[in-house]
Structure formats: C-alpha cells, structure tokens
C-alpha cells in the first residue's frame, strides 16, 4: 500500500470532552467515531486494517485500544464478506460502521451494497432497517497509483435506498459521520482523501442534517456547485475571479442522495449562471445530474447554460498525469468565462 | 479440532433405507419416533404446498414457483431443528421450509406472485427474506450470528443454500469469516445435482461439498438428502455444537430436484428422464411412509388426518391467490428509507396524481383504461 506522507490524527486512546478544537479532517472522523462508540454499544467498527494498525488512513486510530477487540476489529481480507456480515449484524440490532480501504476496492462488495444494503429496508417494507454506515477514502489528488483514487459515487448516488455524503471540512466530516451512525438508513460516507490532512475548527455539539448543502462562499454572479475535493478547489477559483471582479457563490452539495434541490434551485436563481465541478468523469455523472436538476428548476432564471468541469471519461489518471486530469482553478475559471457574461466582446 | 475430525463421511450418513428399514449408525441415533411422525407430516404438507404452488403457476396465479419436490425432506428438517430464538435463512426455494417454520403460506407466495418483495414478518417468524441471488444471505447469517454472539444470545443461525451457490465467492467469504470469527450458524447445502441445467460436475471437481468445510476450520459431514431421520440427526448435532459454542459447521444434503428449475425452465434438455425415474425410489415421503408403517407408527387415522391438514393448506393457499391484494401505490415510495427524501416524495405526487386523473376515466367506461 503506498499512501502520500501525512501526519496522524489525534489518537483516540483517551477520552476527550472538549467540544472545539482546530483537528484535521482524519482526526474529525476518528473523533466522531470514537464519540459514536462511546454513546452506543451497538456501534461497531470493523474493515480491514482499521485494528492494530488504526486503518491505512489511521481514521480508527486508538479505537480498539480504547473500545476492545469487540468493537473495533479486523476482518478477514474480504469486502464483500465486510459488507455482507454487516448487513447481518444490522438485520440483528447493530450499528456497524465498515471501511472499505479505497473506493475501488469496494467493488467486490457491490452485490451486496446495491442488492442488499439498498433494499432490505423496502423488501421487508420496513421490518429490518440497514442502519449501516460505509465509510469509502474517496476520489485523487493523493499521487495514488491505479484503483486507489477512482470517484465511485455516481453507483451509489443512482441506487435507491442508500444515502450518500461527502464533507469537505473536517466539521462536516465529524457532524456527518455521527448523522450516518444515526441514521436508520444505510449511508455510503465518501471521504476526499486529499483533504484527510486538511485542517479546521470542529465543534463536537454541532450536528448535520443529512440531505442539506450548504453555502460555503456567497456571491452574486456565478454559483459554484461543488463536492467533497472539489470544494476547497471551488473556493480557491472563487477567490481569484474575485481578483478579476466577478462575485462568485460556492455550495457544497455535501448530501448527494438526497439531494438538497431548494438550497441549490435559490442558489442558482440568485446569479442566473452555473457551475457544476467534480474529479468524476463527467459522462452520466453526479454532476450531470445536478446540472440537469438545475436546468429543469432554474431555467428562466438563466443567463447561461449550466456547465460541469469534471475528471476526463478516462479511467482514473496515474499519478503523473493526475494534474492533467484532475479539475483545476484554470479550468473552473475557463468555465465560468464562457457564461455569456455582458462585458463580454 | 484435528483436521481427519473436519472431514465428511465417504459416504452419506443414512438412518432409513429406500425400503424403510432402519440402517444403524455409530454416530447418529434415530430419531424418536413422535419426532418422525411430525417430520412425516411435515413432508406431506410440503409436498401438498409444491403440488399446489406448481398448480398455481399454472394458472397464472404465481409468477413463478421454484419447486423444492423431492427435497421435503431437507425443507422440513430445516425447520424442524431450530428452536424459538433461532434464525433460518432461506433463499428462493425454500418456501416450504420458511412455511414450516410457521410463515403462512399465503404469505410465503408473496414473493413469487408478484405482490412484494418479501410477504412475511421477519420477526415474528425469525425468518429472513427469501434470498434471490446466491450465497449473499450465507454472509448475513454470518453477521447475524456475529451479532447475537456479541450480544450473547442464545441464537444458532441456520442458512440454506444450493450446489450452485458454492461456487460463489460470498459463500467462501461467509465460511471463511464463520470459521474465524467462530460464530454459531450452520451452513446447509441442498445438493440437488443441478443449478438450472449445470450439473454438480461443473460447480465442483471435490470429493464432495461437504469436504470444502475442512479448508476453512470447520467440520462437514454428508447426509441422504431424502433421508429425512439422517437429516434430522445431522443437522441437530450441528446446531447442538453452534449452541454450545462450537463454532460453524457445513452439511451437505444429497437430493435431487423432480422438477425443473422453475416454471420457466425445460429440464428434457439438459437430463435424461432415465435419471429422474431412478431418483423417485428415492422418494423422502414414500420412505419414511415405509418405515413409520412397518414400524406401526404411522396408521390409517394418522394419514387421513394429515392429508386433511395438507389440504387445509393447500386451500388456504388457493383462497389467498385467488384474492387479488389491495395494492397501495404509495408503497412503492414508503420504504424505501425511513425518512421519505424531497425527490421521492415528488414523484409519489406525480403518480397520485396520474391516479386522480385516471379515475374519472374509469367510471365512465367502467374500467381500467
């Protein structure tokens, strides 16, 4: 496994009860499990990696030092046999809470993820919930080699019955994964590896209502609709159109299933112009999907057609063609040129 | 446990021959004879539900009915070695075992008529849905089991599945995961020689299924699928040795399917008639008839008296088919989760309101458009 240097989250070997602290977002999920163990025995963690050595990722760091090799554990190595007997653990009471160490390596467990995981809660109209969480490293940016940087969440997001976030701040990834470990539905937790080791204010009392986006930057002639990763991304095009006067808005969509429609519909009928940005390839995407919601809610609001920068429909690019391929403030800026703006010659 | 002590029998274990006699074993005792009577009865309301099911496809009441005909004998032992706070986990062709269990029948059809996915309360019978794909419900009875070992119930697991469900990976991952996690569930395999129309010689090139179970920590043993007294007996040992924390174990019945796959399927292409003749000396019912009868167990009273009890079922199976369900559209959007998310709940109000629109329609020409 070769993973970029990074730092190690605040271990979770103690516990901790203040409610503010600058964390990375690593530390913010290693928190918010550590948290989620501690109020509920039905919460278990498990995956492969997540024991001794704290995950790959070190996002379990400490928890089966501190919780016991019954509440953290490793699995044989196996993804369809993690989801799987989460899914059993769930039908019984539990609430298990599983890694799958990159997203492409949850492939094995698809079956069981759309044909299970998705619809137990329907096939026995209610009778059993799925009250599981599936945490997934998600997307590039981290010079990962082949299977280990893919954005899968167009799977996820297009099967009904499963919930699927991202957070781009180390806030939204405590207050999210405690929502998902709440939720009596199952929720695929996307976590942008490149922002594992990103760093903000985290307040442990502050709770996230799956299914909301979020404004991350107001602005008044362009909106920015943006994910996970490619929200810092989204910011930091913001800022210098800024320098070139345009007033940019950024959301975070945050929720991808459910979608929050009323916050991006005002959002986009507040500027009349539209960006839709994500590393995903752009073909039957998320970000298709969201551009062809706000087509459909903002039309004759529009000053121009709503437009995606997205990942080629390459497979994921290795690490030395990532810059290539990932979408960058050059092509978020190109983007928003081309919105039939009035200076324009 | 050394690993000789994993492995199967050369042979099956048998108890009651073709012609009912009584075969001894230094393992396996017979089961006692009330036991046999009620597993007898158990057989004739199983074969009186898969003569029925298969009546009802006929006559479009059924989409389809996987027919577990010559398989009784594994279907009702299934049932009949759990107790109150076990678990079965079934797939598809197991009806008469989820009905055994005490699932009624109207509400076992559920899933082959059409009208949901799964027709039953899982709880109240401690039946999981009836499983389509294969061996994906081995890893749920796995965590299932897992569970209530965490917990420390008292819950053996039971999850049944076919010969052509072993060559799936998810039934390696959840024997593989059984055996580390040495957790309570008995994995049963109805070995009846076919997976639709691929015979047991493309699933597999082992000695026998039951052989796979070495490999993994835990034992296997091979019992007469139409043996219903040696299904019994093997059947309880395994879930005797889950109980008392002895961890997994694989049984692989010997049987065969009578019918084709399903409805659907024309099994002349891919078997000789031949084969299935020499199979009905075989017979589950026929033999355990044989044996409860010369043994003066089973007499004319009895038999009558289970043959009403069969036909009760089997009518109640008829009324409730022939009863078109009130279906409720709304369904389609209520459990899909528990919160009902923004977009399903606008698109619950575009099709009321394609119903509102159509009812107008339907009281002028008197009927649906």
Known sequence: MTIAEHETPASATAEDTTTVTTMTMAAALNRALADALAADPDVVVFGEDVGALGGVFRITDGLTARFGEDRCFDTPLAESGIIGTAVGMAMNGMRPVVEMQFDAFALPAFEQIVSHVAKLGNRTRGGMRMPLVIRIPFGGGIGGVEHHCDSSEAYYAHTPGLTVVSPSTPQDAYSLLRAAIASPDPVVLLEPKKLYWSKGEVDTAVTAEIGSARIARDGTDVTLLAYGASVPLALEAAEVAAGEGRSVQVVDVRSLSPFDDETVTAAVRSTGRAVVIAEAPGFASVASEIQARVFERCFEYLEAPVRRVTGFDTPYAPPKFEHWYLPDVDRVLDAIDTLHWEDDA | ?369
């Open chain 2, 1 to 369: 446990m050394h690993p000789h002590d994993m492995l199967p029998r050369d042979t099956a274990v048998r108890l009651i021959a073709e012609d009912g006699t009584t075969l001894a074993d230094e393992t396996y005792a017979l089961p006692a004879a009330d036991v046999l009577l009620a597993a007898y009865r158990g057989l004739v309301e199983g074969r009186r539900i898969n003569d029925q099911a298969g009546a009802l496809v006929r006559q479009g009441r059924l989409a389809v009915y996987p027919s577990s005909h010559g398989q009784e004998a594994c279907q009702v032992a299934a049932a009949m070695v759990l107790g109150d706070t076990d678990w079965l986990f079934p797939t598809y062709r197991d009806s008469v075992a989820v009905i055994a269990r005490g699932v009624a029948p109207a509400e076992a059809m559920v899933l082959l008529k059409g009208d949901w996915h799964s027709g039953y309360d899982v709880r109240a019978h401690r039946v999981a849905p009836q499983a389509t794909p294969l061996a994906t419900q081995l890893l749920h009875a796995v965590g299932f089991a897992q569970a209530a070992k965490h917990r420390g119930e008292d819950t053996v697991v039971l999850a049944l599945c076919g010969d052509g469900a072993t060559s799936e990976g998810d039934f390696h991952e959840a024997m593989n995961f059984a055996a580390v996690f040495h957790v309570p569930v008995v994995f049963f395999v109805q070995n009846n020689e076919f997976a639709i129309s691929v015979p047991l010689s493309r699933q597999t090139a082992a000695p026998s299924l039951a052989h796979k179970a070495v490999g993994y920590g835990m034992p296997g043993q091979r019992v007469d699928g139409n043996d219903v007294a040696a299904v019994l007996a093997v059947l309880t040992e395994a879930v005797d040795r889950a109980r008392a924390g002895g961890g997994p174990s694989l049984v692989e019945a010997h049987t065969y399917r009578m019918q084709a796959h399903t409805n659907a399927d024309d099994d002349t292409r891919y078997r000789e008639r031949e084969e299935v003749q020499a199979w009905l000396a075989r017979d589950p019912l026929l033999r355990l008839r044989a044996h409860l009868t010369a043994t003066g167990v089973l007499d004319e009273e009895a038999e009558e008296r289970f043959a009403a009890g069969a036909e009760e079922i089997a009518a109640a199976m008829r009324t409730a088919l022939n009863t078109d369900a009130d279906l409720d559209p709304e369904d389609l959007f209520r459990f899909v989760t528990a919160t009902r998310s923004p977009q399903r709940e606008e698109q619950w109000q575009l099709l009321r309101d394609e119903i509102e629109r159509s009812r107008p329609a339907e009281t002028t020409t008197g009927g649906p458009r």
